[in-house]
């Protein structure tokens, strides 16, 4: 397993808490683009979402995936929910390692974001109607995508983590 781990899925999906694991099983690197994007901006996501647009986001988040495709050592990615919807981009994720898409009901994304204010999408009225419309455009684009699917729902992170890494050392 000499190349990127990446992690795709919905938000709330547990890419960014599961990476923390892969990356401490693995003494990888965490790269996180929503992390990467924040910064660059020097603002949040939100901010970004406000100011500039969607577009503008998507742009960046384009960006920041063509310089970790650059990348030589092999670390742990943890992906935007959007990053696998630009067909430019699920060519690169694909190219750059094996891609592992966590699968997540609504229920449990309803529940694990209930409260959040992060997400510009799903912010305002009917939040079950949104995360349920998004998950059923997006649940085929990250089939797609990836090399693996894992489903997440009712599993604690490290036994996700231990998953991927058995099932990535089942693919070679
Ligand atoms: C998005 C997911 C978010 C963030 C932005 C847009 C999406 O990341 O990139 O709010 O389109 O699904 P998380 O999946 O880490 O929440």
Do not use: C, W
Not at 5 to 21: E, N, P, Q, Y
Not at 40 to 62: H, K, P
Not at 149 to 170: H, Q
Request: proline share 3%; no cysteine.
């Amino acid at each position: 397993m000499d190349r990127h781990i990446i992690l795709i899925g919905f938000m709330g999906a547990g890419k960014s808490t599961v990476g923390r694991k892969l990356s401490r099983k693995l003494s990888r690197k965490l790269l996180d683009t929503d992390a990467m994007i924040e910064e660059r901006a020097g603002m949040t996501i939100g901010e970004i979402f406000a100011d500039r647009g969607e577009a503008s986001f998507r742009q960046t988040e384009t960006e920041v995936l063509q310089e970790l495709a650059a990348m030589k050592f092999p670390a742990v990615i943890s992906t935007g929910g959007g990053m696998p919807l630009k067909e430019e981009n699920r060519r690169a994720l694909k190219t750059m390692g094996m891609v592992v898409y966590l699968k997540v009901k609504p229920e449990t994304v309803l529940q694990r974001l209930a409260g959040d204010t992060t997400r510009p999408l799903l912010q305002g009225e009917d939040k079950s109607g949104k995360v349920k419309s998004l998950l059923t455009q997006r649940d085929p684009v990250y089939r797609e995508a990836a090399h693996i699917t894992v489903e997440t729902d009712g599993k604690k992170p490290e036994v996700i983590a231990a998953e991927i890494l058995d099932r990535l050392k089942d693919s070679h």
